[in-house]
Nanobody
Framework: QVQLVESGGGVVQPGGSLTLSCVAS????????MGWYRQAPGKKREVVAS????????YVDSVTVRFALSRSAALKNTVTLQMSGLRPDDTAVYFC???????????WGQGTQVTVSS
């Protein structure tokens, strides 16, 4: 089993910055892709950014350049999402995710609220 614990989030004005962190514990050796999803009210959950074991990252078009995802080099069990130039449409609950290498199953964090408002 894998547990994901998120930290960060909060309320920020447009143009501001926030950093989200997620630490995985448990069977971390089984993990492959880790990343962040978000879900705004009334919308489907969407992937924001993800990274593989080799550190190659992908981003949804709307956050490219503004967001940066990193993964710890040693244990590869921590992902950090640095968000800058935040916009009101970035407001959502952000969820950390991790995928099991063998089964393909996804693990999820509890979610953290990000609100961008003046």
């Amino acid at each position: 089993q894998v547990q994901l614990v998120e930290s960060g989030g909060g309320v920020v004005q447009p143009g501001g910055s926030l950093t989200l962190s997620c630490v995985a514990s448990g069977d971390i050796g089984s993990l492959t892709v880790m990343g962040w999803y978000r879900q705004a009210p009334g919308k489907k959950r969407e992937v924001v950014a993800s990274t593989g074991e080799k550190g190659n990252s992908c981003y949804v078009d709307s956050v490219t350049v503004r967001f940066a995802l990193s993964r710890s080099a040693a244990l590869k069990n921590t992902v950090t999402l640095q968000m800058s130039g935040l916009r009101p449409d970035d407001t959502a609950v952000y969820f950390c995710s991790a995928q099991h290498q063998a089964t393909g199953d996804f693990y999820w964090g509890q979610g953290t609220q990000v609100t961008v408002s003046s």
